[in-house]
C-alpha cells in the first residue's frame, strides 16, 4: 500500500514538475517575444508612451465639449424634430442629389408623409438652442475627458453623443432656413456645423474619430445643399472654406491607431502587475458575454476555474505572448494606415505583416482558434477586433470628401468674380486654394472637368481606384446607390430636376 502511495505522490510530483517547466518555458518564450517586437518598435522609433501620446488637458472655459454637456436637458426636448426631418442628401440615381428647394414634402415612413410646414414647431424649439451650440462651437479647444492613464483597463464611454446630436441638429436648421432662402441664418448654422466637426481634432481615439467623420459626413451633405443655392457672396463662402481647411481626417486616424497601441501596452502593464484588475477586466468580459454573446471573444473558462485557476496561469505564462500577438497586430494596422495615407487605398502591403496577424481581417474570431490559443491569446484575439481595412478606406473617403467640398467652395466662389466655370482646377491657385485638392483614393489630384450647360464633373476614382472617367454608376447595375462611395467613380452630385427631386422625396 506504501509503495502505491508512494508511486501516487511520485506521478504527482512529476507532473506538476512537468507543469511548472512548461509554465516557465512559455513564460521565457513570451518575454523573449515581446522583447523583440518592442525591440523591434524603438529600433522604428514608435514611441508607446501614453503620457507623451496624450493631448494636453485644456481650460473647461474653453472646451467645446463643456458647453455642449450643459445643454443636454434642452436638446432632449428637440428629439422630435427626427420625427419630421428629411434626409439631408437623398441620391435617387448615381450622381444625383435632391436639392431642398425642389420639394415640398417627403416619405419618412411607410403611409407617413411630412412637410416644411410641420416643421416648423419644432424648428422653434431648436431655435431655443441653436444660438447655444453655435457659441460652443467658437470656443477653441475640445476635450471629452478622457482617461489615458486608465486606459482599456476602466475605460468608461466618452460622451459623443451630444456633439453628433448637435451637428445633426444644425444641419436640419440649414435645410429649413435653407428652403426659406434665409442664407445668413443658414450660413450661421452650417459655419457652426463645420466647425464642430473639425474641432475633434485633439481626441487620439478610434471611436472619437470615428464620431468625428460622421460628423464631417453630415457638415458634407449639408455643404452640398447650401451650394445648390443662388445668392451666397464671396465672404460667407470664403468662411465656410476656412472652416474645412486644415481637417486632417488621415493624421488624425493615425494618431489615434498610435494611441490605441500604446493604450494596448498599457493596458498589459496593468493586468500583469495587479490580478485585482486583472479580474475585473474578466468579470466585465462575463457580463458582456452573458449581454450581448461572445462576438467580441470568448473566454475560456468560467467561474472559480477562471478567477483562481486560469487567470493566475495566464498572468505567469502567457501574458507577454498576448500582448506580443497584440502589438504585432496593431503594428500591421498602423503600417497598412500610413501606407494607405501616402499612397492611396489598395496599395500592396509586405505579406509578412499578414502573416503574422492572429487573425486575418482583424476580426474576433476566438472560434477559429483552438483550445491552446483561445488560453494564450486572452486578449490579443480580439484586440483591434473594432479595426478593419474598411476603418482605413473610410477614412480616405472622408478625407477626400472634405477635398471635395473645398474645391466646390471654390468654383463657386471662382464663378461669382469670373462668371465663368474654370477650364481647369489650376485656376483656382493661389487666389482661392492653396493647392489644387487631392484624391487620397490614388494620391493624384481631384479629377475636373467643364460640363454642358455651364456645369462641371468634379470627382474622385473611387474604391477601385481607378478613373472611370466620372462615371458615377455602380460596378454592378443591381447594387443600390446610397452615397457617393457606392460608383464606380464618387462624383460630387449634380442636382436633380425638380421633377425627380418630388418624385424621390415621395418615395420611401
Same mark, same amino acid.
Not at 475640445?142 to 446630436?165: N, Q, R, W
Given at each position: 500500500?506504501?509503495?502505491?502511495?508512494?508511486?501516487?505522490?511520485?506521478?504527482?510530483?512529476?507532473?506538476?514538475?512537468?507543469?511548472?517547466?512548461?509554465?516557465?518555458?512559455?513564460?521565457?518564450?513570451?518575454?523573449?517575444?515581446?522583447?523583440?517586437?518592442?525591440?523591434?518598435?524603438?529600433?522604428?522609433?514608435?514611441?508607446?508612451?501614453?503620457?507623451?501620446?496624450?493631448?494636453?488637458?485644456?481650460?473647461?472655459?474653453?472646451?467645446?465639449?463643456?458647453?455642449?454637456?450643459?445643454?443636454?436637458?434642452?436638446?432632449?426636448?428637440?428629439?422630435?424634430?427626427?420625427?419630421?426631418?428629411?434626409?439631408?442628401?437623398?441620391?435617387?440615381?448615381?450622381?444625383?442629389?435632391?436639392?431642398?428647394?425642389?420639394?415640398?414634402?417627403?416619405?419618412?415612413?411607410?403611409?407617413?408623409?411630412?412637410?416644411?410646414?410641420?416643421? #416648423?414647431?419644432?424648428?422653434?424649439?431648436?431655435?431655443?438652442?441653436?444660438?447655444?451650440?453655435?457659441? !460652443?462651437?467658437?470656443?477653441? $479647444?475640445?476635450?471629452?475627458?478622457?482617461?489615458?492613464?486608465?486606459?482599456?483597463?476602466?475605460?468608461?464611454?466618452?460622451?459623443?453623443? #451630444?456633439?453628433?446630436?448637435?451637428?445633426?441638429?444644425?444641419?436640419?436648421?440649414?435645410?429649413?432656413?435653407?428652403?426659406?432662402?434665409?442664407?445668413?441664418?443658414?450660413?450661421?448654422?452650417?459655419?457652426?456645423?463645420?466647425?464642430?466637426?473639425?474641432?475633434?481634432?485633439?481626441?487620439?481615439?478610434?471611436?472619437?474619430?470615428?464620431?468625428?467623420?460622421?460628423?464631417?459626413?453630415?457638415?458634407?451633405?449639408?455643404?452640398?445643399? $447650401?451650394?445648390?443655392? *443662388?445668392?451666397?457672396?464671396?465672404?460667407?463662402?470664403?468662411?465656410?472654406?476656412?472652416?474645412?481647411?486644415?481637417?486632417?481626417?488621415?493624421?488624425?486616424?493615425?494618431?489615434?491607431?498610435?494611441?490605441?497601441?500604446?493604450?494596448?501596452?498599457?493596458?498589459?502593464?496593468?493586468?500583469? %502587475?495587479?490580478?485585482?484588475?486583472?479580474?475585473?477586466?474578466?468579470?466585465?468580459?462575463?457580463?458582456?458575454?452573458?449581454?450581448?454573446?461572445?462576438?467580441?471573444?470568448?473566454?475560456? $473558462? %468560467?467561474?472559480? !476555474?477562471?478567477?483562481?485557476?486560469?487567470?493566475?496561469?495566464?498572468?505567469?505564462?502567457?501574458?507577454?505572448?498576448?500582448?506580443?500577438?497584440?502589438?504585432?497586430?496593431?503594428?500591421?494596422?498602423?503600417?497598412?494606415?500610413?501606407?494607405?495615407?501616402?499612397?492611396?487605398?489598395?496599395?500592396?502591403?509586405?505579406?509578412?505583416?499578414?502573416?503574422?496577424?492572429?487573425?486575418?481581417?482583424?476580426?474576433?474570431?476566438?472560434?477559429?482558434?483552438?483550445?491552446?490559443?483561445?488560453?494564450?491569446?486572452?486578449?490579443?484575439?480580439?484586440?483591434?477586433?473594432?479595426?478593419?481595412?474598411?476603418?482605413?478606406?473610410?477614412?480616405?473617403?472622408?478625407?477626400?470628401?472634405?477635398?471635395?467640398?473645398?474645391?466646390?467652395?471654390?468654383?463657386?466662389?471662382?464663378?461669382?468674380?469670373?462668371?465663368?466655370?474654370?477650364?481647369?482646377?489650376?485656376?483656382?491657385?493661389?487666389?482661392?486654394?492653396?493647392?489644387?485638392?487631392?484624391?487620397?483614393?490614388?494620391?493624384?489630384?481631384?479629377?475636373?472637368?467643364?460640363?454642358? !450647360?455651364?456645369?462641371?464633373?468634379?470627382?474622385?476614382?473611387?474604391?477601385?481606384?481607378?478613373?472611370?472617367?466620372? #462615371?458615377?454608376?455602380?460596378? *454592378?447595375?443591381?447594387?443600390?446607390?446610397?452615397?457617393?462611395? *457606392?460608383?464606380? *467613380?464618387?462624383?460630387?452630385?449634380?442636382?436633380?430636376?425638380?421633377?425627380?427631386?418630388?418624385?424621390?422625396?415621395?418615395?420611401?
Amino acid at each position: 500500500m506504501k509503495r502505491i502511495w508512494k508511486g501516487m505522490l511520485r506521478g504527482i510530483g512529476v507532473f506538476l514538475l512537468l507543469v511548472a517547466l512548461a509554465v516557465v518555458v512559455e513564460r521565457l518564450r513570451g518575454e523573449i517575444s515581446l522583447r523583440r517586437e518592442l525591440d523591434r518598435m524603438k529600433k522604428s522609433g514608435e514611441t508607446m508612451s501614453v503620457g507623451k501620446l496624450k493631448p494636453a488637458r485644456p481650460d473647461p472655459s474653453s472646451n467645446t465639449l463643456t458647453a455642449l454637456l450643459v445643454l443636454t436637458n434642452q436638446l432632449e426636448q428637440t428629439r422630435e424634430i427626427y420625427d419630421h426631418a428629411p434626409s439631408s442628401l437623398k441620391t435617387p440615381e448615381p450622381g444625383i442629389g435632391v436639392a431642398v428647394n425642389d420639394f415640398d414634402a417627403w416619405v419618412q415612413a411607410p403611409n407617413r408623409t411630412n412637410t416644411w410646414q410641420q416643421m #416648423d414647431s419644432t424648428i422653434e424649439l431648436c431655435r431655443k438652442v441653436l444660438p447655444a451650440i453655435e457659441s !460652443a462651437a467658437l470656443r477653441p $479647444a475640445y476635450d471629452t475627458g478622457m482617461d489615458y492613464e486608465s486606459g482599456f483597463v476602466d475605460f468608461k464611454m466618452l460622451p459623443l453623443t #451630444d456633439i453628433k446630436y448637435c451637428c445633426n441638429l444644425l444641419s436640419v436648421a440649414t435645410l429649413y432656413d435653407l428652403k426659406l432662402q434665409d442664407l445668413p441664418t443658414a450660413h450661421r448654422e452650417l459655419l457652426a456645423l463645420t466647425r464642430l466637426a473639425a474641432k475633434q481634432t485633439p481626441e487620439p481615439i478610434i471611436i472619437s474619430q470615428l464620431v468625428r467623420q460622421a460628423c464631417a459626413t453630415i457638415a458634407f451633405s449639408t455643404t452640398w445643399q $447650401a451650394l445648390q443655392q *443662388d445668392g451666397w457672396d464671396d465672404r460667407q463662402l470664403a468662411t465656410l472654406q476656412d472652416a474645412w481647411d486644415g481637417m486632417d481626417l488621415i493624421g488624425d486616424m493615425e494618431a489615434a491607431l498610435v494611441m490605441e497601441r500604446a493604450l494596448t501596452a498599457s493596458f498589459y502593464r496593468q493586468v500583469r %502587475r495587479s490580478p485585482m484588475k486583472l479580474d475585473n477586466v474578466l468579470q466585465k468580459q462575463v457580463r458582456t458575454e452573458e449581454l450581448i454573446g461572445d462576438f467580441m471573444g470568448k473566454l475560456p $473558462a %468560467r467561474g472559480f !476555474a477562471l478567477r483562481h485557476i486560469y487567470a493566475p496561469l495566464w498572468r505567469t505564462a502567457w501574458a507577454a505572448q498576448d500582448e506580443a500577438a497584440a502589438l504585432r497586430q496593431w503594428n500591421v494596422i498602423v503600417k497598412e494606415a500610413r501606407a494607405a495615407g501616402a499612397k492611396g487605398w489598395k496599395q500592396p502591403v509586405d505579406p509578412r505583416d499578414n502573416q503574422e496577424l492572429i487573425l486575418p481581417g482583424w476580426q474576433p474570431q476566438t472560434d477559429k482558434l483552438n483550445y491552446y490559443d483561445r488560453c494564450r491569446f486572452l486578449f490579443s484575439s480580439f484586440t483591434a477586433g473594432g479595426i478593419s481595412p474598411r476603418v482605413i478606406r473610410r477614412t480616405l473617403e472622408y478625407q477626400t470628401q472634405q477635398q471635395m467640398v473645398m474645391a466646390a467652395l471654390a468654383l463657386k466662389r471662382f464663378e461669382l468674380r469670373e462668371k465663368r466655370r474654370p477650364e481647369q482646377l489650376a485656376e483656382l491657385v493661389p487666389t482661392f486654394l492653396d493647392a489644387i485638392p487631392t484624391d487620397h483614393m490614388d494620391k493624384q489630384p481631384l479629377r475636373y472637368k467643364r460640363a454642358d !450647360a455651364g456645369g462641371f464633373v468634379l470627382y474622385s476614382v473611387g474604391r477601385n481606384a481607378k478613373d472611370d472617367l466620372g #462615371d458615377p454608376r455602380p460596378e *454592378d447595375a443591381s447594387e443600390w446607390y446610397r452615397m457617393i462611395w *457606392d460608383g464606380r *467613380d464618387a462624383v460630387w452630385p449634380n442636382r436633380a430636376s425638380k421633377e425627380q427631386a418630388q418624385a424621390a422625396m415621395l418615395s420611401f
